[in-house]
Structure formats: structure tokens, C-alpha cells
């Protein structure tokens, strides 16, 4: 699956997040490392959604 996620170069390196997932973002002190962060974040991210949402009943819709 792929995700958008933006970049800002900073003092400290870069700073990166996913406009997709309200507050998953991340940092590295090169562009690559900030990139491979995200990648765990988003791993992260999404297993907590997953956990939270275990026991709610839910629907997948396609969406074009």
C-alpha cells in the first residue's frame, strides 16, 4: 500500500508525515532515514487503529 507523506528539511534533518493519518509523522537526520521512519510509523499507526477498532462492527466500501 502507498501513502502520501510530506517532507520539511529542518535544522535537525527532516521532518516527515502522513496528511493521511492525522498525527503520524516522524523525523530523520537525512531524507532517506526521515523516509524509512515514516514507514514504522505508519506500521505503528495503523496496528493501533487496528487494535482500537477490534471489536466494532465495520464495513469496507470501495471508493473510485
Excluded: F
Excluded at 27 to 46: F, M, S, W
Aim: charged share 35%.
Amino acid at each position: 500500500m502507498k501513502y502520501k507523506v510530506n517532507l520539511k528539511k529542518t535544522e535537525e534533518g527532516y521532518a516527515v508525515w502522513c496528511p493521511g493519518l492525522p498525527g503520524c509523522w516522524s523525523q530523520g537526520k537525512t531524507e532517506e532515514e526521515a523516509l524509512e521512519n515514516i514507514k514504522d510509523a505508519i506500521h505503528e499507526y495503523l496496528a493501533a487503529v487496528e487494535e482500537l477498532s477490534k471489536d466494532k462492527e465495520s464495513r469496507y466500501v470501495d471508493v473510485a
